[in-house]
């Protein structure tokens, strides 16, 4: 990690985006802050960040679409992003994560939370998980480590990178029950519990993705309070 990584903050309330300012400076940051959708492309173009935080409801154009213009600039699939929210709706957090957002926060939020998630994340950015081995070819979850692609009943998933994780790592060992504590260590690289409600929320989203080619099957199974497993009895692709 460099010695100071540049962080773009776009936040249109001064008040936030100050507080935000001053708690990651503080804390060994270089936080970059703009106002607009607008003025973060610019600054980005200029130099893509270590990180940036996304304000969602923005004056000029919806974070979420932000997010979508960023990560077709040059350099934008590898910068790590974060969510900012006023809203508590779970639809939010859910729509962000499906993006492929890497962590979310709503506000109020305390600024020593925020700087700890923008920790943790360019930790996890910093790393590579290990190489797990492909699914079995009975299975019908093709997993294709060259390019980082999934085939579900030979269908093509769109899959953020934590949720392309998830599946290559449930796919290696069918049955076999991993712990959210094993997920976080295992995909993102990091084994803070604090995090135990984002793996849960890319689960749901990964299903849906499943539950879209094949709506009978649910192939994720959830063991209460242990963890989950890729269901051992799907049917022959």
């Known amino acids: 990690m460099p010695a100071k990584p540049r962080i773009l903050v776009v936040e249109d309330e001064s ?13 060994g940051f270089t936080p970059v802050c703009c106002a607009t959708a607008q003025q973060a492309i610019t600054e980005f173009r200029r130099e893509p960040p270590a990180l940036a ?3 969602v409801g923005l004056p000029d154009l919806n974070g979420f679409e932000l997010f979508k213009q ?28 499906e993006l492929g957002a890497d962590d979310y926060i709503a506000k109020p939020f305390s600024p ?8 943790v994340i360019l930790r996890r950015s910093a790393r590579q998980p290990a190489a797990a081995p492909s699914a079995p070819a009975a299975l019908p979850v093709e997993v ?9 009943y030979g269908q093509p998933l769109e899959l953020s990178r934590y949720e392309y994780g998830i599946l290559r790592l449930l796919a290696a060992k069918p049955g076999r029950v991993f712990t959210r504590d094993e ?21 749901k989203t990964l299903r849906a993705k499943l539950k879209a080619v094949r ?6 199974r959830t063991l209460r309070g242990t963890g989950y497993a890729l269901s051992e009895d799907l049917p022959a692709a």
């Open 15 to 27: 008040g936030i985006a100050d507080t935000i300012q001053y708690s990651l400076a503080t804390d």
């Open 144 to 152: 294709d480590e060259e390019r980082r692609r999934i085939r579900y």
């Open 70 to 97: 960023l990560h077709e600039l040059p350099g934008g699939r590898e910068v790590p992003m974060l969510f900012l929210t006023a809203r508590s709706d779970e639809i939010d957090r859910v729509v962000g994560l």
């Open 183 to 203: 997920l976080l260590a295992k995909v993102w690289d990091d084994d803070s519990d604090s995090f135990d409600r984002t793996v849960d929320a890319h689960i």
């Open 112 to 119: 020593r939370e925020l700087v700890a998630r923008v920790r």
């Open 53 to 55: 935080i996304l304000d």
């Open 215 to 220: 709506p009978q099957l649910d192939p994720i």
